[in-house]
């Protein structure tokens, strides 16, 4: 079942959108050559208690999860894409690292994710992070009104297609709202014009994520982290939208963004 929302009920999604918006982008800060995983997970969890927020991550419990997941952000380092279980594990120079993370506060959820490249940046990898940053506005943007669902599925795809990735069809993006995961489920490829209609008061967080050169995924020991099945680098990015009968409203954008996707890089390296 699909539950439309109100514009009273959106704008307090939009509140623990602006505090994730926030706090993704404070955690790209500190992520750092030298900064363990469990740092950034500890400074989270330290951040969203003092928001008095409740993070949707801890004791979540799906079908594909290994036990209840015990952390309020997913940390994704290098080929691991999606659920990557924090852990003693110190980022080195060139790391492509993937933050997501998922908050409700009274209530209301919302659900964001970025990646960065710690210390000094692979041009490939740069490139990588932009695919996922443009097929994200890309979807925001085929978020309108009377739209299909099919319609943001198909701008996602054609994005990773002319980069050159191929695109997972396992996991995607979904409703969120009360709960986390709520229907429909986005998939990141499709054919527009096709799927449900798009009404004003569907919240959904779009995700594209991509492997560089494969789309098949493998799972690690730990039963949550998703890997590019080659080894080959990863990345991740996500938004949770409202479509509003004036477009498209997205409720998780972060401090620094402005029309175009946000720098990729993280001090102490630049992009040239």
């Given amino acids: 079942m699909i539950e439309l929302k109100s514009a009273e009920e959106i704008g307090r999604m939009a509140v623990a959108g602006q505090f994730v918006g926030e706090l993704l982008v404070e955690l ?18 330290r951040r969203i208690a003092e928001r ?52 409700g506060i009274d209530g209301w959820n919302a659900d964001s994710a970025l990646s960065v490249v710690v210390g000094t940046p692979d041009p490939a990898d740069l490139k990588l992070i932009e695919a996922t940053e443009v097929a994200l506005e890309a979807g ?23 980069y050159g990735y191929s695109v997972n069809g396992e996991f995607g993006g979904h409703g969120i709202g009360r709960t986390m995961h709520e229907a429909p489920h986005v998939a990141n490829s499709g054919r527009a014009g096709r799927g449900m209609k798009l009404q004003p008061g569907l919240t959904v967080a779009i995700e594209p994520w991509f492997c560089r050169s494969t789309n098949k995924i493998k799972f690690d020991g730990d039963g949550w982290t998703i890997r590019s099945a080659d080894g080959s680098r990863t ?23 402005g029309d175009t996707p946000a720098d990729a890089t993280r001090k102490p390296a630049a992009a040239s």
């Fill in 28 to 45: 790209g800060g500190v992520a750092a050559v030298g900064v363990n995983l469990m740092d950034l997970e500890h400074h989270a969890r």
């Fill in 235 to 257: 990345a991740h990015s996500e938004h949770t939208v409202a479509v509003t009968a004036s477009g498209p409203q997205v409720l998780t954008r972060r401090p620094a963004d």
């Fill in 52 to 103: 008095g927020a409740e993070s949707c991550y801890w004791d979540y419990a799906p079908s594909f999860g290994r036990g209840p997941f015990r952390n309020v952000l997913c940390l994704s380092v290098n080929d691991a894409v999606l659920h990557g279980l924090p852990h003693d594990y110190v980022l080195r120079d060139g790391d492509l690292l993937s933050i997501d993370m998922a908050v």
């Fill in 140 to 162: 925001i943007a085929a978020a309108q009104p009377g739209g299909r669902l099919g319609d943001i599925s198909a701008a996602i795809g054609a994005v990773a297609h002319s």
